[in-house]
């Protein structure tokens, strides 16, 4: 049995250059200025809109509260579609707003949204689509686009997982009325915690840029015209973004050809995720489908002998989650939820190493068909 210096984790959080990162963070401390839009967090909105090509980028503490004000921003109520194969944010930050979510299923092998499924739940209480582009993988975004235009409703992306992420030229986060990043320490680009709000939209962003700040539309007079919340991110953590996001090429080359390698060992005996045409993908995810779930269930046990971890990643279906009403029983959601695994996928994963983890997928598999 190999033995490893660390557990092997599904991901890893990128580790800046210490020098660059202590630079920002020294700076930090001497100013004294640790929150409240800072020249850190102000430099990183700006570079981010640059990095993405987008008009605004809204710095906000993490995706979930950036979601939040997403909503309350384009006013959503009563009900918004969305899908039951995500992590349990997008749907329960939808329930923790007074709205009630009306899951769609997804397509079998992209696990974004069916658009015919979505236009199938849509009535007058709809008011707003909340599709997640999974594991970076774009949702159907045209004819998303068009049904929002149709039924005039607004269309909010949970892209939490899309940094790095270009569809037809352009980034993924520049797609709907608004798209929403996360910048967890697990995700590709990383300010510890974090996340944003990305629009094209000039009309909201002042709204928005207020929600994050307890509804404060104007710091020196304090004049407050709006609800709000506290969902600012600090010096700290945008000194972190600043460091990372230097890295980012050499983050998605390394992670694209971790992925190239599992690939190549593996896809003739798993099925991989279909990455719709015309995007340049970002590698961060690397899911892939078993036969059924015990075959998951024996080679997850037999991986974490081994010291190494994958995740059953996004399980189970939100569909069949005690407090989330569904009349949705969303058969696609719930055999992809029971036969998926992600892969540990991050800088530092050592070629050997995934050459070692397809080795134990491979024999654990023909094992079970003895
Ligand atoms: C699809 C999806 N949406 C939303 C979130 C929430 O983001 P955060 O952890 O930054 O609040 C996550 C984060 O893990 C996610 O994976």
């Given amino acids: 049995m190999k033995q490893f210096n660390e557990p092997i984790y599904v991901t890893r959080p990128y580790k800046p250059q210490k020098e660059k990162l202590f630079k920002y963070l020294e700076q ?3 100013s004294r200025y640790y929150t409240n839009f800072g020249p ?9 809109r640059q990095y993405l090509g987008v008009k605004h980028v809204i710095l906000t503490a993490n995706g979930t509260l950036a979601l939040q004000i997403a909503y309350k921003a384009l006013n959503v109520k009563k009900k918004a579609i969305s899908t039951p194969f995500t992590f ?5 930050s939808l329930i923790w707003e007074g709205i009630e979510p009306v899951l ?3 397509d079998p092998h992209t696990f974004t949204l069916d658009p015919d499924k979505i236009e199938k739940n849509i009535d007058s209480d709809v008011t707003a689509i909340v599709p997640v582009h999974v594991f970076g993988n774009p949702a159907p975004v045209e004819e998303i686009e068009y049904l929002g235009k149709e039924y005039s409703i607004p269309i909010i992306y949970d892209a939490a997982h899309t ?3 270009n569809y037809r030229g352009k980034s993924l986060s520049s797609y709907g009325n608004i798209s929403i990043l996360s910048f967890h320490a697990t995700k590709l680009f990383n300010t ?3 996340g944003a709000i990305v629009t094209n939209n000039d009309s909201i962003v002042d709204t928005v840029k207020a929600m994050r700040n307890f509804g404060i539309t104007d710091s020196q007079t304090g004049e407050i015209k709006t609800i709000g919340i506290n969902a600012k991110m600090n010096e700290f953590e945008a000194a972190m973004g600043l460091a990372v996001l230097d890295d980012m090429e050499y983050i998605i080359s390394t992670l694209r050809k971790n992925y190239n390698i599992y690939k190549e060992l593996l896809s003739d005996y798993l099925e991989f995720q279909v990455i719709r045409d015309h995007t340049d993908y970002n590698y961060m995810y690397v899911p892939v489908l078993f036969p059924d779930e015990e075959s998951v269930m ?4 037999e991986l974490n002998k081994h010291d190494i971890y994958p995740r059953r990643y996004f399980y189970p279906s939100l569909d069949t989650i005690s407090f989330i009403k569904s009349l949705c029983k969303c058969e696609i959601s719930r055999r992809i939820a029971s036969t998926i695994l992600c892969l540990p996928n991050y800088v530092g994963l050592e070629e050997d190493t995934i050459v ?3 080795d134990i997928i491979k024999n654990t598999l023909k094992d079970i068909k003895k």
């Fill in 28 to 30: 930090v401390l001497d």
């Fill in 104 to 106: 769609a299923d997804i």
């Fill in 163 to 165: 940094f790095g992420v």
């Fill in 298 to 301: 024996r080679v997850k046990n």
């Fill in 192 to 194: 510890l915690e974090g």
């Fill in 40 to 48: 850190l967090h102000n430099l990183l909105e700006e570079r981010l």
């Fill in 356 to 358: 070692y983890i397809s």
């Fill in 88 to 92: 349990i944010a997008t749907v329960s």
